[in-house]
């Protein structure tokens, strides 16, 4: 087989996902994730839509982004759209954690 079996153990999946009511419609995509430290620096972009309304897709995506990263970091993710108001954050990795910061546009955003 020709496999690679990564040897470090603080690497984990973080994923966000936006909780708002319009989470189907609303694009916050392209979403970067930044290590001012490390140099990392992770574009990503919605998933592919599944969705076909006769001959065109729905353009309808869920707002689910899971990006692979090191623990024990601070990380900076940027919206290119307006960050939603709800957000769901997960960390699954063996050790470690992560501190995100999140640059709102306007001021009282939480």
């Not at 690497?11 to 966000?16: D, N, T």
Request: aromatic fraction near 12%; proline fraction near 5%.
């Amino acid at each position: 087989m020709q496999i690679y079996i990564c040897q470090l153990r603080n690497v984990g999946l973080f994923q966000l996902e936006s909780l708002d009511v319009d989470a189907w419609d609303r694009a916050i995509y392209p979403i970067e994730v930044r290590n001012e430290e490390t140099g990392f620096n992770n574009t990503v972009n919605a998933m592919m839509d599944h969705i076909w309304d006769a001959f065109y897709t729905g353009q309808r995506r869920m707002s689910r982004y899971p990006i692979a990263l090191l623990t024990d970091a601070d990380y900076t993710v940027e919206f290119a759209g307006t960050p939603p108001k709800k957000v769901r954050f997960n960390l699954d990795a063996n050790t470690g954690g992560v501190k995100i910061k999140i640059p709102y546009p306007v001021a009282g955003s939480i």
